[in-house]
């Protein structure tokens, strides 16, 4: 008679050898092409800073929280910028380490280098036609860091809105962000970059050709050409105090409820977006171009104490900010486009010392954690259990209580 102990200790043996071999599996990693315009790699825009105090880096831990957050909502890639701070190389090394502790974790990075005309910032009139001296510090670190962590940085971007001409404090011409996309062109060419990383320029929609005629300059022609791809700027929420017609029209509106007043307004504010792009595309098709256009920025903020709020526009609060985000999701996922969507998380250092500025209140979620409305879906569904933002747990804003929200929802100024 055969013993059976011998087997079954045989079988005991492989189970836990067969456990020990097994191992999450790790992500190949994607290409640009891949990744841009894939619905199942939504793209959000990026900054870690937590204090109205600019110069308290946000610290590796930090980092890694943030990431863990994005990365629950669905994001798998960020658009970044401060190459010249600590954060930006910070954030490449948070998630290399988040990817050797679970190489299941997926992130993928845009990495923009800021771009200045000399006398940028100064109190000395700028020369838009002539660069800073802190552009090749910055080209320099951004093709380093794309160099060191290439299985993170996908995209870099050679400027933000350093062309658009009512950044008068800083702009340039747009011969200077060709230069610097070409010296990117070529490093490529001679395989001292990766041939798979998409080069372009982050900019207002107008830069790129659907703004005046004033932007349709030779050296703009020659830079769409030079790009891989156009990243476009949209912002309906600043023009409904620069440019309000879409948003004060009464038409259509007649007899409506309140809250369908919002909702067709919102929807206007959808179509807004659209049209710029379709500008920017309409302009690059006139030049016998046919590349990819993804959107590099837009964005509802939730809060204004100034144009766009009660004494204002009417425009921000997290009501309709929900209403933007789903809007922008729905037509770039449909249409095969990246949305960029500003941002992840408030940043308390921008617009100054009013708190109620509306650079300041951007964010999908506050500052301290908090998921605004347009997340209170995916905070009931546990999508963030476990996870923390400055050692808090996320939970809604308003205690998630929508009568109490809907008192801050704003009615709209209709001419």
Not at 100 to 105: E, I, L, R
Not at 162 to 179: D, G, N
Not at 303 to 316: I, L, N, P, Q, R
Request: with cysteine; charged share 25%; glycine share 8%.
């Amino acid at each position: 008679m055969i013993s059976i102990r011998p087997v079954i200790l045989c079988f005991f043996f492989m189970i836990i050898l067969f456990s020990c071999a097994v191992k999450p599996k790790e992500k190949m990693p994607k290409t640009a092409s891949e990744i841009l315009g894939n619905p199942n790699y939504l793209a959000i825009s990026y900054g870690g800073y937590r204090y109205q105090d600019h110069s308290i880096e946000p610290t590796l831990q930090e980092l890694k929280d943030d990431m863990k957050l994005l990365h629950a909502l669905g994001i798998r890639i960020v658009r970044t910028y401060k190459v010249h701070k600590p954060q930006a190389e910070n954030l490449l090394k948070a998630i290399s380490e988040l990817k050797k502790q679970d190489p299941s974790f997926e992130m993928y990075v845009m990495l923009g280098a800021w771009i200045d005309c000399k006398n940028a910032w100064t109190d000395q009139e700028p020369i838009h036609d002539i660069e800073s001296e802190a552009n090749k510090p910055q080209m320099e670190k951004v093709v380093a860091l794309a160099n060191q962590y290439p299985d993170i940085v996908k995209v870099i971007a050679v400027g933000n809105e350093a062309m658009v001409k009512w950044a008068a404090s800083y702009y340039v011409e747009p011969y200077i962000i060709l230069k610097w996309v070409n010296y990117l062109q070529d490093l490529k060419e001679k395989g001292e970059l990766s041939k798979d990383l998409w080069v372009t320029s982050s900019d207002n929609f107008a830069s790129w050709g659907g703004g005046g005629p004033e932007y349709h300059v030779n050296d703009l022609n020659k830079l769409i050409k030079a790009v891989d791809f156009l990243s476009v700027h949209t912002y309906p929420m600043h023009d409904t105090h620069y440019q309000p017609d879409f948003w004060l029209n009464p038409e259509g509106l007649e007899g409506k409820t309140d809250m369908e007043k919002i909702e067709i307004l919102m929807l206007r504010a959808k179509k807004y977006a659209m049209m710029q792009y379709e500008n920017v595309k309409k302009y690059m098709e006139s030049l016998g171009v046919s590349k990819p256009i993804h959107i590099g920025e837009t964005g509802w903020a939730s809060m204004s104490s100034g144009f766009y709020g009660a004494d204002g526009s009417k425009a921000c609060d997290e009501y309709k900010e929900a209403l933007y985000y789903k809007h922008m999701r729905d037509w770039t996922n449909e249409a095969g486009m990246s949305c960029f969507y500003f941002e992840g998380f408030d940043e308390p250092w921008k617009g100054g010392d009013n708190t109620g500025n509306s650079e300041k209140h951007f964010g999908l979620f506050t500052v301290e954690g908090k998921a605004k409305y347009v997340l209170w879906n995916m905070v009931d569904k546990g999508v963030f259990k476990g996870l923390t933002r400055n050692g808090n747990p996320i939970i809604k804003t308003y205690n998630g209580d929508k009568n109490t929200l809907m008192k801050d929802v704003l009615l709209l100024p209709i001419k």
